[in-house]
């Protein structure tokens, strides 16, 4: 299917005052925050320009977290706070704090727990229903960039010290560290199949075999650092957004290049920081600096 892939910009949608760094959403809505502090919702399928703003809070948010069964969202700021939101009543029901830094991922691990991960080097498994930190691991001396957990059990984080950690979250223990995985911070990673995908500010796209990260690929596929990597599993293939402006399409199968989308495509003028897969509608949902989102449709 990805060697036939064709890619349609269906809208953009406006109203952030400050560049957009997360996304999220379920069939029906898109969840976007970003530089200005606010959480925004949009109509996941693109049929409405004007988006709703759910909340507003005073510090720049990095990282969301949907619990569509809790009718909730979670939001990670730059001072390390957790923003617990009610979706229906619109309202933040509670700020929290554990880190001492930006938390830059936030992942349910099951029906009742939260992890997050964050520039302080820990991370921090949560509990839902109390709003409350269980406990905490320090994995490194410098930031932890990006976080994906495979079959909720053993979590994948890349750091900025170029590593990236394995810890077992069920017997909440490290079992292994990928040293050097990246010639600078790493700073996306996400699964496909039983392959992990990282980027870096080296700008590599790096593929490896899960689960003893045996290198499978590695490659320069931008210019400037890789943001986000964004699996497309119904389509076999992949997106990579980069602070060179670019989006790039990749091929599951032998990681090679499909398509670009730039600006010469009516893509973003400026870094792209968040992507966002809407199986259901095939469509992915790009984010950045200059606080557009743009929503794609792959046919």
């Known amino acids: 299917m990805a060697d036939r892939l064709q890619v349609e910009k269906r809208i953009?949608?406006?109203g952030h005052r400050s560049a957009v760094y997360c996304?999220?959403?379920?069939?029906?809505?898109?969840?976007?925050a970003g530089g200005d502090g606010w959480l925004a919702r949009w109509c996941a399928d693109g049929s409405q320009e004007d988006g709703v703003l759910l909340a507003q809070t005073e510090s720049r948010l990095f990282s969301l977290c949907l619990l569509t069964d809790k009718n909730l969202i979670v939001a990670g700021d730059m001072q390390g706070h957790l923003y617990w939101i009610d979706l229906e009543a619109r309202r933040i029901l509670a700020r929290t704090a554990f880190h001492k830094g930006s938390v830059f991922s936030i992942i349910?691990?099951?029906?009742d727990h939260l992890l997050t991960t964050s520039g302080d080097g820990s991370i921090c498994l949560w509990h839902i229903d109390s709003l409350k930190p269980l406990q905490s691991m320090q994995l490194s001396a410098q930031g932890l960039r990006s976080s994906w957990l495979d079959n909720s059990r053993f979590l994948y984080t890349g750091s900025s010290d170029c590593n990236i950690y394995i810890t077992d979250v069920i017997g909440w223990r490290p079992v292994g560290v990928w040293r050097k995985a990246h010639d600078n911070s790493v700073f996306a990673v996400a699964g496909m199949g039983e392959v992990l995908l990282t980027g870096g500010r080296d700008a590599h796209l790096k593929a490896h075999h899960l689960p003893g990260g045996q290198l499978i690929s590695n490659q320069p596929a931008h210019w400037f650092t890789i943001n986000a990597i964004c699996p497309m599993n119904a389509m076999s293939c992949f997106a990579t957004a980069s602070r060179d402006k670019t989006i790039r399409i990749w091929d599951y199968a032998d990681v090679t290049p499909i398509c670009t989308l730039d600006v010469q495509r009516g893509g973003h003028v400026n870094s792209v920081n968040a992507l966002h897969w809407n199986e259901e509608m095939k469509l992915l949902a790009s984010a950045g600096d200059d606080r557009i989102i743009r929503l794609w449709a792959l046919v």
Do not use: N
Not at 23 to 32: I, K, N, P, T
Not at 108 to 111: E, G, V
């Open 12 to 14: 953009e949608l406006s």
């Open 23 to 32: 996304l999220a959403g379920d069939a029906r809505w898109l969840y976007s």
């Open 108 to 111: 349910r691990t099951d029906a």
